[in-house]
């Protein structure tokens, strides 16, 4: 397997481990909901039960940002490299190397640090488009683009 499919591999992972947590958690709550029976306290009841939907419903946009997350990396090409740097790039810069696909955090692969970021970010979008030798401006330090494998 290629750095850049252990790359790949490590943000379908992520997703996938998310979407197991998030997914948990709405499980725990739905046990936590039919459960609990009506208690002589009323209000406390009802309001056990209001935070409980609150939390069900946070719970739920999360999933439906993980689902968003991993339709991205769907569209992720794993082997083409390309002159520019666009999805799927690895970006090897002055500063850092990061991996445009979805935020995902930091991977070690072969000594090196890659950070995983979603093209939506700052940096992403400001590496988006350039070239080897190409410079971006990002909190006052200029970066320059080495390498896009």
Same mark, same amino acid.
């Given at each position: 397997m290629?750095?850049?499919?252990? !790359?790949?591999? +490590?943000?379908a992972?992520? =997703?996938t481990?998310? @979407? /197991? %947590? =998030?997914? #948990?958690?709405i499980?725990? =709550?739905?046990?936590?909901?039919?459960?609990?029976?009506k $208690?002589?306290?009323?209000?406390?009841?009802?309001? /056990? %039960?209001?935070?409980l939907?609150?939390e069900r419903?946070?719970?739920?946009?999360?999933? $439906?940002e993980?689902e968003k997350?991993?339709?991205? !990396?769907?569209?992720?090409?794993?082997e083409? *490299?390309?002159?520019?740097?666009g !999805?799927g790039?690895?970006?090897?810069?002055? #500063?850092?190397?990061? +991996?445009?696909? @979805?935020?995902? /955090?930091e991977f070690?692969v072969?000594g090196?640090c890659v950070y995983? @970021?979603s093209?939506a970010?700052? @940096?992403a #979008? !400001?590496?988006f488009?350039?070239?080897i /030798?190409d410079?971006?401006?990002? *909190?006052?330090?200029?970066i320059?683009?080495?390498e =896009? %494998?």
């Amino acid at each position: 397997m290629t750095e850049k499919e252990q !790359l790949h591999q +490590f943000c379908a992972t992520f =997703i996938t481990e998310r @979407i /197991g %947590r =998030i997914q #948990k958690n709405i499980g725990d =709550i739905q046990s936590s909901l039919t459960s609990e029976t009506k $208690s002589s306290a009323g209000d406390k009841h009802e309001t /056990g %039960r209001a935070m409980l939907q609150l939390e069900r419903e946070k719970l739920g946009q999360q999933l $439906s940002e993980a689902e968003k997350m991993k339709q991205i !990396l769907a569209k992720v090409p794993k082997e083409v *490299n390309t002159a520019k740097v666009g !999805l799927g790039s690895w970006v090897v810069t002055s #500063k850092a190397d990061y +991996f445009l696909a @979805i935020s995902a /955090g930091e991977f070690k692969v072969n000594g090196k640090c890659v950070y995983c @970021i979603s093209a939506a970010t700052p @940096i992403a #979008k !400001l590496l988006f488009g350039k070239q080897i /030798g190409d410079t971006a401006n990002f *909190n006052g330090q200029e970066i320059k683009i080495t390498e =896009i %494998r």
